[in-house]
């Protein structure tokens, strides 16, 4: 076992630094959002993000953030925004959800938040659901009396 490192100017997060911690999550309906990296703007500067937790040193200040995933049609899924105050010394948690469904916004602020889109995508399973027990349906009425 190795004794801890001492603390050298080296080692150290600057004086008053401050902390954004941005927690990044997908609904399971949205397990195909798995292979896409989200993007992350603060103040118009980009970075790559990750799913999960992003712990972001920052210089003390007020930020603007966007959160959204890059995509083809449309360009972006789930932007959300918000302005955040980071204080010297402090860690700011924020939640990002992306939308179950891709033309819904994000939710970006303090967790919980709300899963946008759920609603569409309840929708748009009972129809493909009632679709399917349609046909089934009309297949075995055709073969029974057909």
Known sequence: MHPPMPHTPWNQPPPG????????????????????????????HRMLGRWGRNVIP?????????????????????????TIWLQPGA?????YRAPVFAYSRGALGPAPQPWNGMGCMIALM????????????AVILAIVFG
């Not at 401050?18 to 927690?23: E, K, R």
């Not at 860690?91 to 939640?95: G, I, P, S, W």
């Not at 009972?126 to 349906?137: D, P, R, Y």
């Open 17 to 44: 630094q401050a902390h954004l911690v941005l927690d990044v999550k997908r609904h399971w309906f949205g397990f195909a959002l798995s292979m896409i990296t989200p993007s992350i703007v603060l103040n118009g």
């Open 58 to 82: 920052l210089p003390p200040g007020q930020y603007h953030l966007h959160v959204h995933l890059p995509y083809l049609l449309p360009a972006q899924i789930g932007p959300a925004d918000l």
């Open 91 to 95: 860690a700011l948690d924020v939640e």
């Open 126 to 137: 009972l129809v493909a659901g009632g679709t399917l027990a349609f046909v089934v349906i």
